[in-house]
C-alpha cells in the first residue's frame, strides 16, 4: 500500500514563504513524476506545478517565478517552495505521485491560508 503525506502548510502573512513536502512511503514505489495541486473554496482544482524524477519542471503561470518545486529522489519526497505569497494563493494543496507503472495516489491535503 502506498501512503502520500504532505505537510508544511499553515497559515502567513502576504509576502511570506512556505515549504511544502510530499512524501510517498511503499515497499517498491518510486515517484517518476509528482504533481502539485491546489483548490481554493468554491473553485475548481488548479494545477500548479509538475517534476520528474529526472528533475524537468513546469509551472502554472498564477505561481511561475514565485514557486520552486523540486525533488529528492533519495527521500522518495518533493518539495513546493513558495515565496512571494498572496491570499490568492490560499487554498489546499494537494500531492500527486505516479511511478514508472504509472500507478497514481494523491496526499490527503494540506491547507494554505495566506492573511494578514
Known amino acids: 500500500q502506498v501512503q502520500v503525506v504532505e505537510s508544511g502548510g499553515g497559515l502567513v502573512q502576504p509576502g511570506g514563504s512556505l515549504r511544502l513536502s510530499c512524501t510517498a512511503s511503499g515497499s517498491t514505489f518510486r515517484i517518476n513524476v509528482a504533481g502539485w495541486y491546489r483548490q481554493a473554496p468554491g473553485k475548481q482544482r488548479e494545477f500548479v506545478a509538475t517534476i520528474s524524477a529526472g528533475g524537468g519542471t513546469n509551472y502554472g503561470d498564477s505561481v511561475k517565478a514565485r514557486f520552486t518545486v523540486s525533488i529528492d529522489n533519495a527521500k522518495n519526497t518533493v518539495y513546493l517552495q513558495m515565496n512571494s505569497l498572496k491570499p490568492e494563493d490560499t487554498a489546499v494543496y494537494y500531492c500527486?505521485?505516479?511511478?514508472?507503472?504509472?500507478?497514481?495516489?494523491w496526499g490527503q491535503g494540506t491547507q494554505v491560508t495566506v492573511s494578514s
Open positions: 500527486n505521485v505516479r511511478d514508472l507503472l504509472s500507478e497514481t495516489y
